[in-house]
């Protein structure tokens, strides 16, 4: 059975920094595309970043460009995403997501695989 954990959210004030991080369990993920997505009270899942099965590339929602970074490390079948300079507008639950895709998508239903999601709170 696949699974998809996530780890990391909390509350942190605005300017903070957080680490998300997403353990692969079931298969390995090393030549698939994953990508984060987030969902904020009464808003749809909205994409965040994404990136390839090699790490070599990778795609942002243009409001955190400059601020979050994705990577991986296939060996340990996982993906990060690295949140700085939070604002109170990433308060949102984060999810990781996994497909068959080889490429970095930012289409929600090209990916196949979802994790439960983490809570992230900015306060002002």
């Known amino acids: 059975q696949v699974q998809l954990v996530e780890s990391g959210g909390g509350l942190v004030q605005a300017g903070g920094s957080l680490r998300l991080s997403c353990a692969a369990s079931?298969?390995?993920?090393?030549?698939?595309?994953m990508a984060w997505f987030r969902q904020a009270p009464g808003k749809e899942r909205e994409f965040v970043a994404s990136?390839?099965?090699?790490?070599?590339?990778?795609y942002y929602k243009n409001s955190v460009k400059g601020r979050f970074t994705i990577s991986r490390d296939n060996a340990k079948n996982t993906v990060y995403l690295q949140m700085n300079s939070l604002k109170p507008e990433d308060t949102a639950v984060y999810y990781c997501?996994?497909?068959?895709?080889?490429?970095?998508?930012?289409?929600?239903?090209?990916?196949?695989?979802w994790g439960q999601g983490t809570q992230v709170t900015v306060s002002s």
């Open positions: 990136i390839n099965w090699s790490g070599a590339s990778t």
């Open positions: 079931g298969r390995t993920f090393s030549r698939n595309g």
């Open positions: 997501a996994a497909g068959r895709l080889t490429y970095a998508s930012s289409f929600y239903r090209e990916y196949d695989y």
